[in-house]
């Protein structure tokens, strides 16, 4: 929490003071990320996000779903307001393991080159996840030395999927780590009788 402006913390609190959780996720907690990462958990959505600092990712959630990013948010982050959630880390494995086709799919077929980043990055932490850990894969640069331990090397593409580079470039580079990733993805899937 040192590298994140307490002004920053005090400005959400004041902005969210109906919220029933407030987190600090990812990189920010332990100065690896460039943005401070938060996640508002609140009834009533409000109509328009409120832009706080220029490295403030700021993030409104009605409830957490079963996803590989709310438990890394819950599992991972810091409670800085509100009372802690839950969520259930084996089912989000089991619904996420659900999914690999999918993301796949998105992969290789997608126009949109977002959705073509992001598909291989969620692919690439779910893998993380399950083979080291929820906490030795809750951001970037965990995530990528559990799976150069693999023998999997997560291209630097990736990291920014808001700014991603050209489809060409993401396919390209990304391809050969995506069959890597859905081989070992699919063994796991068998052994949970998905």
Known sequence: MNCIPKDVINEVINRFRSAYAIYVYGGSLDCSG??????????????EIPRIGDNVDLQVFRRPRNTLFFVYVIKTGKLIYGN???????????????????????????????????????????????????????????MARCLSNLSINAPI????????????????????????????????RQSYGI
């Open 34 to 47: 460039g943005d401070v990462d938060i996640a508002v958990f609140i009834e009533e959505l409000p109509k």
């Open 84 to 142: 802690p959630l839950d969520i259930d880390v084996d089912l989000t494995i089991r619904n996420e393991l659900g999914m690999i086709d999918e993301r796949e799919f998105i992969f290789l077929n997608s126009d949109d080159e977002i959705m073509v980043c992001k598909s291989l990055k969620e692919l690439m932490f779910l893998l993380a996840a399950i083979k080291c850990g929820i906490y030795e894969s809750s951001n970037w640069y965990r």
């Open 157 to 188: 593409e990736f990291k920014l999927c808001l700014r991603p580079p050209s489809i060409d470039v993401l396919r390209g580079v990304g391809e050969p780590v995506l069959s890597k990733v859905m081989q070992e993805l699919r063994i796991i």
